[in-house]
Structure formats: C-alpha cells, structure tokens
C-alpha cells in the first residue's frame, strides 16, 4: 500500500490532533512553547527598531552625500582622531584624512540606499598613495557587496558597514550621556 503525499500529510494532521486532543497538557505546552518563540521574536524585534532609534541612523539614511562626510568629520573628532575634510571634488577618492600619531587614514563615505559595490574599493585604494596614507577605509550606512568585500580584503581596505557604524553611533551617545 503506497500512500501520497497528500495522504501522507493528512495522516500526519490526524495522528497530531489525535495527540493533542487525547492529552490536554501536551496541548497546552505546545500552545504554550509556540507563544514563547514569538514572544521571543518580538523582543528581539523590538530591541533592534530600539537601537536603530538611539542610533540615530534613521537621520543618516536621510543625509546627502556631503552632509553625511560631516556627520563622519564629527564622529571620528569625538573618537579622537584629528579630522580634514577634502574639497567636494577633486578629492582624489578620498572624502576625510583621519590622523593619529602614529597613523594617517584616508576616508571614503558612501550614503547609500543600496549595497556599496567595488567602486568605492578601487577609488579609496587607489588614493592611498597620492595621500600616503597608512590606512584605507570605506564607510557607509549600508553594506557591501561580495566582490567588495573581496577586493577590499585583497587591498588592506577595512570597510565599516551599518552595523559597524551604528555601533560607532551608540558608543558616541554613551560618552555624551556620561559627560553631560
């Protein structure tokens, strides 16, 4: 006797209800264990809009291009590093120079709605010698593509995607509170 799939399946409805009809507590620990995964669900939901709402980066997908290199000039002074923001254009793929004493780190943001891609890689790679730089960085209010993340490993570029950042922002708005 060769059963189909559909029979199969309804088989296996009927041999479940029977289950839970004929005892009450496993029922209700099902119903019970179901309630907890979305419960769980949910909270972790909600902690996640929670942090993109202190975060701020809800603000920083609105920014234009320039206004986001701002917001990056004053990020990294807060992080400590010695910040110069390039001309608009003609910046040689580089948008900020951070310094350190020991470093120099040249800069490219991406305010993007999609996936940076390789791009933004090549430019701030390439810019790295007209700036002499010691450090290559991509960052972006968004994420990267595959083959930007390779090149990037192939090149020493460290790319600094949203989630990256985001944390950047939350620890920013920590210090604020503990010095105020």
């Not at 991406?110 to 960052?139: F, L, P, T």
């Not at 930007?148 to 490993?153: D, G, H, I, M, P």
Request: aromatic share 10%.
């Amino acid at each position: 006797m060769e059963l189909g799939l559909l029979e199969g399946f309804k088989m296996s409805i009927d041999i479940f209800w029977s289950l839970l009809t004929a005892e009450p507590s496993l029922a209700i620990g099902i119903c019970v264990m179901i309630g907890c995964y979305f419960l769980f669900l949910l909270t972790i939901n909600s902690i996640r809009e929670q942090k993109l709402r202190k975060s701020g980066i809800s603000e920083v997908d609105k920014m234009r291009g320039r206004k986001f290199e701002e917001y990056l000039q004053t990020l990294f002074k807060a992080k400590g590093y010695v910040v110069k923001l390039t001309p608009a254009s003609g910046d040689y793929g580089a948008d900020l120079i951070l310094s350190t004493k020991e470093n120099k780190i040249i800069v490219q943001a991406k305010r993007y709605k999609k996936n940076v891609g390789v791009k933004a890689v090549q430019e701030i790679a390439s810019a790295r010698s007209h700036y002499k730089a010691d450090e290559c960085w991509v960052v972006t209010n968004s994420y990267f593509t595959e083959q930007a993340k390779s090149l990037a490993r192939s090149n020493q570029v460290r790319l600094i995607d949203r989630k990256q950042l985001m944390e950047w922002m939350l620890e920013e708005k920590k210090s604020d509170r503990v010095v105020s």
